[in-house]
């Protein structure tokens, strides 16, 4: 029987409530008395000197109160970088400012050089047209490799060849992996691009700044998945203001799968003309900003070779890639394709040698920065594609090649050769639960049929691996983050008994308020509906560190247990006064407190009154009131780990591959909700095969976005998915957090790109077109037309 | 500015409006009907979803006074009278065919109309008369599924899980 209540219930999601009746609270829907309206000038072409900017004919427009440009933030800090990262030859990476609004120069479309204020938007709207800049053009480096080539165009004057950092990992591992690529008996090279992708979360960011003129308080209402992250920097950083004087909230917000982790530019704008004008000042993206402005993801050129012995077994992966950064580095951007890349690069495998280099080239395009999975799905795409390769080149069987190297469940915890130990896991029981739920065996079948049908079937098969619940502090900071990644909850039970949860965690589609709920309901034996998850309200909630990396149940819900687990142990104390017994003694069952072997007892309201009416109280021994707060900071990273399964169909004539089934068997350890897990990897598993078929953030050689809005950028609709075959029966508990999990919010999209393309790949060479090994991302019918024709 | 009057969800209101103002606009600022949303500039994200005169329109795709007069639903008046959800926002909710909201109302408001038109859609034409609304969060399937529930198909028979 599934369970109708706390840890393992599928408890359908409060928050629905108001989602589904229009009473959710985006940042768009909030109005502030006395608003004004923001509107950005941006550039329009990828890379110019700015000669000069006359808003004199804009001041005269209608409804105008302010225009800014790059002159009034001159002075002010810029966005920072979180981690730092040293080259090879131990140099620190290069940090250009990155500044509010440009200043002298343009780097990217989309860069904004003067905003505008006004009574109204429209009023702001039609003075931005009436700014006028003149531009001195400049070439646009679009291309990695000719960005490093090219000493005479620069992104940033002040760096010669445009590269932000050559980052060896491990480099003490570079001269065996060599030597052992050298005298392996095969080695299988794969070149590979994998595409860059715009987050299109579909909530534009959205920003209020406020300021009261009374009290030096400032308030930042924005789409945002770390408030508090978000008021460091832009507190501390980039405004410098105290702290304690910004209040940020983040409100609904309408997904985010990374993009909203980053300090924006618009959110110190919005603050600083709320604190010129003394007036509220809001800005709300238009689609056209998001694709221009919002960091994309992945971007990696890669060469990816997998050294073996003839019988299959790995020897080494060395890795060669290029990171774009885009045109400043955004707050993670240095982190995503190092730290959550080249940790990953031993995948699922006992591989004794693995070497990875990453170049970080910086661009006049948007800045690139962690997209859901972040460096786990570059990761996961080279190595399962390269593999697939080998075992194709060796005639092994792609499931075996991937099982005989398998690491076993008798060899965790396992340290791999790039730096992370793996706790735990089970990799060919998710691999025999995929082979079930999709019917592999029965595949045959299936292609037979669809070759009467003139079309060519094919299956595509791989495991994953990723790091989450991010993330240990001291090795991170071992690492080069500049930031702490615990996460903190605060557990405050009212006089009557229900509570009130305040956590760093931020749900911008997660459901947290339901599943955050189960877990501490579950540990008090009380209704769900007496727990109440507060969240996004730095005024609120403690210093917590946000959503992302799959961290929230993993990291804020270890806080939230720690903190229940002090509530109890305070209430057992007072328990045992009110009823005379020791609280050793006592227990806590179904919402009750009992003396062990009697009848004695009490019901949870009754402590939580005793609590704040401390008439009968143990006085001396305890403070009044129940209220506890509780840091956490993981000891390791979480492993979640499965495998995936696709079957496509490619057409011939065309090109065009149809999915016609996808399957996915994960291992999360313990599961608060299946119903949202289910969600999660559905939501991830539709990203991976829009990025494996469909999308593509194009610049031409003008540093022009070409696929600039959703009638260029091929997001997945409902009619180019399947349903898909998910489960996550397979459990292999988390060793070092308290319940056991590991995370589930990116695994779909880590797990599924290589999945679609191994499954074209076997379409075609089944099909009789050996010649065909590799098709870049997005597989648009074009491309797998092109391919098989030679 | 000019006044515009129309019926929304069954009150009669009226304001002001520019030429330019969209009915999205109107929604959203005059009446603070916010439960409309706007995914996009081009008219092709689907969050703003509203019925005019029984059909579903992009209202970021109308200007104000083309609905003049008109009789306009919005998310918010897609409730039972009770308060209780309706029979398409239950399936919604029971089958978790949302995440974070924000293309949700455009996605029962679709959904309301495909079912007006066709009662028993099959799996099919549930998708492809969602092509207009884009959802980032669900990879549709338990869209999907929430709308075949809607229309009273017994979900074991079609969706795996
Ligand atoms: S707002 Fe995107 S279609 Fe109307
Ligand atoms: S639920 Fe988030 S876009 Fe659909």
Redesign the interface.
């Known amino acids: 029987m599934p369970k109708d209540h706390g840890v393992g219930a599928s408890s359908?999601?409060r928050?629905?409530?108001?989602?589904?009746?229009?009473?959710?609270?985006?940042t768009?829907?909030v109005?502030q008395f006395g608003q004004t309206y923001a509107v950005f000038a941006r550039s329009d072409v990828a890379h110019a000197n700015i000669r000069s900017i006359d808003t004199s004919a804009a001041e005269a427009m209608p409804g105008v109160v302010a225009i800014f440009t790059g002159e009034d933030f001159k002075d002010v800090g810029g966005n920072p970088a979180g981690w730092l990262i040293n080259s090879r030859n131990g140099e620190p990476m290069r940090e250009p400012k990155r500044p509010v609004l440009a200043h002298g120069k343009v780097r990217h479309v989309g860069d904004a050089y003067a905003a505008v204020i006004a009574e109204t938007y429209?009023q702001a709207r039609d003075a931005v047209e009436a700014i006028v800049v003149d531009f001195e053009e400049l070439p646009a480096l679009v291309d990695m490799a000719a960005s490093l080539a090219d000493t005479t165009v620069r992104v940033h004057d002040e760096l010669p060849d445009n590269q932000c950092f050559d980052w060896g990992w491990i480099e003490d591992n570079r001269t065996k992996v060599d030597e052992a690529i050298r005298n392996a008996p095969h080695v299988t090279t794969l070149h590979l691009v994998n595409n860059r992708l715009v987050?299109?979360?579909?909530?534009?960011r959205a920003s209020i700044g406020e300021y009261d003129p009374g009290t030096g308080d400032y308030k930042l209402t924005t789409t945002s998945q770390n408030p508090h992250l978000t008021r460091l920097l832009v507190a501390a950083f980039v405004m410098g203001i105290p702290e304690h004087k910004l209040t940020v909230i983040a409100p609904?917000?309408?997904?985010g799968?990374g993009s909203k982790i980053y300090h924006y530019g618009e959110e110190a704008l919005v603050l600083a003309a709320a604190r010129k004008l003394g007036r509220p000042v809001k800005w709300?993206a238009?689609?056209?900003e998001s694709f221009l402005t919002d960091a994309h993801g992945r971007d990696h050129v890669t060469k990816i070779e997998l050294a073996c012995e003839k019988d299959g077994t790995f020897i080494a992966f060395r890795t060669e890639t290029m990171a774009n950064v885009g045109a400043y580095l955004s707050n993670f951007s240095t982190a995503t394709p190092t730290f959550l890349h080249g940790t990953l690069m031993a995948g699922n495998y006992k591989v004794p040698n693995v070497y990875v280099n990453v170049k970080a080239v910086f661009t006049n395009t948007a800045p690139v920065d962690a997209y859901r999975g972040a460096g786990r799905p570059e990761a996961t795409y080279s190595l399962e594609r390269v593999i697939d390769k080998a075992a194709r080149e060796l005639g092994i069987d792609p499931v075996a090649i991937r099982r005989m190297n398998f690491i076993q469940p008798d060899q965790f915890p396992y340290t791999t050769p790039v730096g992370l130990q793996y706790d735990v896991g089970n990799y060919d029981a998710t691999m025999d639960k995929l082979l079930e739920i999709s019917d592999a065996a029965g595949f045959e079948a299936r292609r037979a049929e669809a070759a009467s049908r003139g079309m060519l079937r094919g299956l595509g098969i791989n495991s994953y691996i990723e790091a989450c619940g991010i993330a240990p502090s001291h090795l991170v900071g071992q690492l080069g983050a500049r930031v702490g990644l615990f996460d903190a909850a605060t557990v405050r039970v009212n006089a009557t008994g229900n509570i009130s949860v305040m956590t760093g965690a931020h749900s911008?589609?997660?459901?947290h308020e339901t599943a955050f709920a189960q877990v501490v309901a579950g540990m008090l034996g009380i209704p769900e509906a007496s727990v109440d998850i507060v969240h996004g309200d730095t005024s609120k909630i403690p210093f917590g560190m946000g959503s992302y990396g799959s961290r929230s149940l993993a990291v804020c819900g270890s806080a939230i247990v720690k903190a229940t687990d002090k509530i109890i142990a305070k209430a057992k104390k007072i328990a045992a006064h009110m009823l005379e017994a020791s609280d050793g003694d006592i227990e806590l069952k179904d919402g009750r407190f009992s003396v062990a072997g009697t009848d004695k007892g009490l019901d949870w309201g009754a402590v939580c009154l005793s609590a704040y009416v401390p008439h009968n109280y143990p006085l001396t021994e305890l403070e009044p009131g129940l209220e506890e707060t509780a840091f956490y900071d993981p000891a390791n990273f979480t492993y979640p780990s499965g495998a995936y399964a696709c079957e496509v169909e490619v057409d011939p004539d065309t090109g065009k591959v149809k999915i016609c089934s996808f399957a996915a068997a994960d291992d999360f350890g313990n599961i608060v909700n299946p119903?949202?897990v289910?969600?999660q990897v559905?939501?991830?598993?539709?990203?991976g095969?829009g990025q494996a078929l469909l999308e593509a953030a194009a610049y031409d050689d003008m540093g022009q976005l070409v696929s600039g809005?959703?009638?260029d950028y091929a997001?997945?609709?409902?009619?180019d998915?399947p349903?898909?075959?998910?489960?996550h029966s397979c459990q292999t508990p988390c060793t070092h957090n308290p319940l056991g999990v590991k995370g589930c919010g990116e695994a779909?999209a880590i797990g599924s790109p290589p999945a679609v393309v191994n499954a074209v790949i076997d379409a075609l060479q089944r099909g009789g077109m050996a010649h065909v090994t590799h098709i870049d991302m997005p597989l648009s019918p074009a491309r797998v037309w092109a391919a098989m024709q030679g | 500015m000019t006044k515009v009057t129309m019926t929304v969800n069954g009150k009669t209101v009226s304001g002001e409006v520019?030429g330019?103002t969209l009915l999205v606009s109107f929604l959203?600022?005059t009446l603070h009907?916010?439960?409309?949303?706007?995914?996009?500039?081009?008219s092709?994200?689907g969050?703003c979803v509203v019925h005019v005169n029984g059909k579903a329109v992009k209202s970021c795709a109308l200007f104000a006074q083309e609905a003049a007069d008109a009789d306009v639903r919005?998310?918010?008046g897609?409730?039972n009278a009770d308060g209780s959800?309706s029979v398409i926002?239950q399936a919604?909710?029971?089958h978790?065919g949302?995440?974070?909201?924000?293309?949700?109302?455009g996605m029962?408001m679709s959904t309301a109309a495909l079912l007006a038109e066709n009662p028993k859609p099959t799996?099919?034409e549930?998708?492809?008369y969602?092509?207009g609304?884009?959802?980032?969060?669900?990879?549709?399937?338990?869209?999907?599924?929430a709308v075949l529930a809607a229309s009273g198909q017994d979900m074991d028979q079609?969706?795996?899980?």
Not at chain 1, 199 to 204: G, L, R, V, W
Not at chain 1, 715 to 719: C, E, G, I, K
């Open positions: 359908k999601r928050e629905d409530i108001r989602f589904l009746t229009g009473r959710g609270r985006y768009d829907d109005n429209a987050p299109n979360a579909m909530e534009p609904d917000v309408g997904g799968f709300t238009e689609r056209n911008h589609g997660q459901g119903m949202i289910d969600g559905h939501g991830g598993i539709g990203q095969i809005s959703f009638m997001m997945p609709r409902a009619d998915l349903f898909y075959q998910v489960d779909g | 520019e330019r959203r600022e009907l916010t439960g409309t949303h706007v995914g996009c500039d081009t092709q994200c969050a919005t998310i918010e897609m409730a959800l926002q919604f909710q029971d978790h949302l995440q974070c909201g924000f293309c949700t109302p029962v799996e099919t549930v998708r492809h969602l092509e609304n884009l959802c980032r969060c669900t990879g549709y399937h338990n869209i999907v599924k079609i969706a795996a899980e």
